[in-house]
């Protein structure tokens, strides 16, 4: 990037990645030699980036503040239990169909929200519920963007009981059912998860670009299956709005979604 917003933006990956190779900070110098910079034009970066807090510096060596990485993380945590209704308000206005947001949880997957029509025969609450993430639509938008190997040790210890007509046998089953989640960009359960139960679910992904939740509209399958189309793109719509919330600055005003 060549903005001084894109330099600054450069500088904090290169900390990050230092970080994360396990150094405790890095000189101005090393960043120097890292990133083929500059190394007085990075020194004032760094003064100026530890003015705002977005740097530590201890003697030579700067290091991200992980503090500010936790607080967005727990913003993210409170727009998904803010914005997160508004999205699903918005999925049964355009739906007529009970919808969801959920998280993974080791190899579950937990209802942290809900919304259902008026008129729904929806026995209790799934909020706080957790179930099984290979027989589950919201399981498979969850895990669409991990590679096989990293689905196979979040998997590793799941027995792939049935509960449904159409639920994975294995391992293997259930990626070549994720590779069809990934190619579409959302998933699609029939009668996985139970009988005559179908759903649909969009990944939501947070400012690291990370899949933290998915959007979910379930029903019998009778009625969801004809529908398809208005449900993905329902789950989509609503799931790409929920990820600018996630992503916008403190603060920032965000309206709904529009067919």
């Known amino acids: 990037m060549d903005s ?3 330099r600054g933006l450069d500088i904090l990956e290169a900390l990050a990645q230092t970080t994360a190779g396990g150094l405790l900070g890095t000189s101005p110098a090393g960043l120097s030699k890292h990133m083929g910079r ?3 034009q990075i020194s004032r970066s760094l003064a100026v980036m530890a003015e705002e807090g977005y740097v530590l510096r201890a003697s030579r060596n700067a290091s991200l503040n992980w503090r500010l990485y936790a607080d967005a993380q727990e913003l993210t945590a409170h727009r998904l239990r803010t914005d997160g209704q508004t999205a699903l308000e918005g999925m049964v206005e355009d739906t007529g169909e009970s919808c969801y947001l959920g998280v993974l949880i080791g190899d579950t997957t937990v209802t942290i ?21 290979y ?14 190997a990293e689905v196979a040790a979040v998997l ?4 792939f009981a049935p509960h449904g007509p159409n639920t994975p046998a294995d391992l293997d089953d259930f990626l070549r059912r994720l590779e069809g989640t990934r190619r579409r960009g959302y998933s699609i359960v029939d009668e996985e998860a139970e009988p005559g139960l179908y759903s649909v679910a969009a990944p939501v992904r947070d400012f690291r670009g990370e899949v933290v939740s998915a959007l979910q509209v ?14 993905a793109g329902a789950a989509l ?7 600018g919330c996630l992503q916008a600055p403190p603060g920032a005003a965000s309206g709904p979604a529009r067919a």
């Open 135 to 148: 027989c589950s639509d919201c399981g498979q938008a969850l895990l669409s963007d991990a590679d096989d």
């Open 237 to 243: 719509r609503w799931a790409r709005w929920l990820e």
């Open 4 to 6: 001084s917003m894109g």
């Open 156 to 159: 590793a210890r799941t027995d």
């Open 113 to 133: 929200a809900e919304r259902v029509p008026p008129g729904s025969n929806q026995v209790g609450s799934w909020i706080g519920r957790p179930y099984p993430a």
């Open 38 to 40: 500059d190394r007085s």
């Open 218 to 231: 379930v029903g019998p399958k009778a009625r969801i299956a004809p529908m398809l189309e208005t449900c």
